[in-house]
């Protein structure tokens, strides 16, 4: 690296985070029994820290430093346990060490172009093969650790934020936050459907060349409603009127029914609210208030909008039976 890159790369670690960062180095060179001859930081990611590390022999590893802080919501014990078995799927990146409990790890560089939103608004090829990956994975069998509850993890979150004395919310918070009781109300009725889900589906986790499909980023899986993870490339990539449908025919294998399209809805909103009370808990946590309040704000308008559909008290109905 250049003295303007080292400028950079340092810049981006706290003073807490140099010794962890260093001796996550010297671990690579220990279990590859290779030299680390470069590191590059990579862009990208709200909760890590994440490098590539170039070895001696031009391998190519990427080094993840878990956020401090990120044990309180997320089971990193079931995020080595799932990573692994979803690369034994042939889906994911091969794990070389994962620390269960800070949650930092050496993981397989994935050689391939990452997708990104345009990719999953126009792109009917990277559509029906990322539906076609995300059923393998919900049909596939294999037993991940850690229930992924989106309504419990929204009511853990606020509890998180009262704990802290964390009082500020968005624009609309009682509107949403009563659906969310609606919902955890059916779902006591008639518990939703249960699979190994992902539950991050962003169109960058996807990576795709034409051939090959894999997908990153495991640190919120775990069991739990794969209509969540349906419904979250859809909200997370804006998809269109024409790319929703490619996306749910492609998943579904053809056209969906009404309740299936009244689950992807709601999970629509659920998916939205997680993630805009989430970032309210990286603001309680002391992370950067003008970057999270603004995503966690975005969040939360897509949710109220998903919530003014005429169908959307029906779609509620129907899941609790």
């Known amino acids: 690296m250049g003295s303007e890159s080292k400028k950079e790369f340092w810049s981006i670690l706290r003073a807490d985070e140099i010794q962890d960062f260093l001796e996550l ?14 590191i590059e930081i990579l862009a990208g990611g709200l909760t890590n820290k994440s490098f590539k590390l170039t070895m001696e022999d031009g391998q190519l590893v990427v080094m993840r430093l878990a956020g401090r802080g990120t044990g309180e919501y997320i089971n990193r014990k079931a995020e080595k346990n799932n990573s692994t078995k979803a690369a034994g799927l042939g889906i994911a990146p091969e794990i070389y060490y994962f620390d ?6 050496l993981v397989e560089f994935v050689k391939l172009p990452t997708m990104h939103i345009e990719d999953f608004q126009t792109n009917t090829t990277v559509i029906t ?5 995300l059923r393998r994975l919900h049909t596939s069998g294999i037993k991940f650790l850690g229930a992924f509850d989106p309504v419990k993890g929204i009511i853990d979150y606020v509890n998180i934020l009262e704990q802290k ?3 500020e919310r968005f624009e609309g918070w009682d509107k949403i936050y009563k659906v969310v009781q609606q ?3 059916a779902y ?6 249960q699979a190994p889900c992902h539950n991050d589906v962003l169109a960058e986790n996807f990576m795709y060349d034409g051939k090959t499909m894999m997908l990153i980023d495991w640190e919120y899986g775990g069991t739990g409603d794969p209509y969540y993870d349906v419904s979250g490339a859809i909200t997370e990539d804006l998809m269109d009127k024409n790319a929703t449908e490619t996306w749910l025919k492609a998943y579904f294998g053809g056209e969906p029914t009404e309740e299936q399209r009244a689950r992807v809805d709601v999970n629509k909103f659920l998916y939205c609210t997680y993630w805009s009370v989430w970032s309210l808990v990286q603001i309680a946590n002391g992370k950067e208030r003008e970057f999270y309040w603004e995503y966690g ?3 939360a308008k ?5 919530m003014s559909d005429p169908n959307f008290d029906k779609y509620v109905a129907l899941l609790g039976g």
């Open 165 to 167: 004395g964390f009082a």
């Open 188 to 193: 006591k009725k008639n518990p939703p459907p």
């Open 100 to 105: 269960a409990e800070t949650g930092s790890q």
């Open 297 to 299: 704000l975005h969040r």
């Open 183 to 185: 919902v955890d109300a």
């Open 129 to 133: 093969e990322a539906g076609k990956l």
């Open 25 to 38: 180095v010297d671990l690579a060179g220990k279990i590859l029994k290779k030299r680390v001859a470069d």
């Open 302 to 306: 897509l949710g109220l909008e998903y």
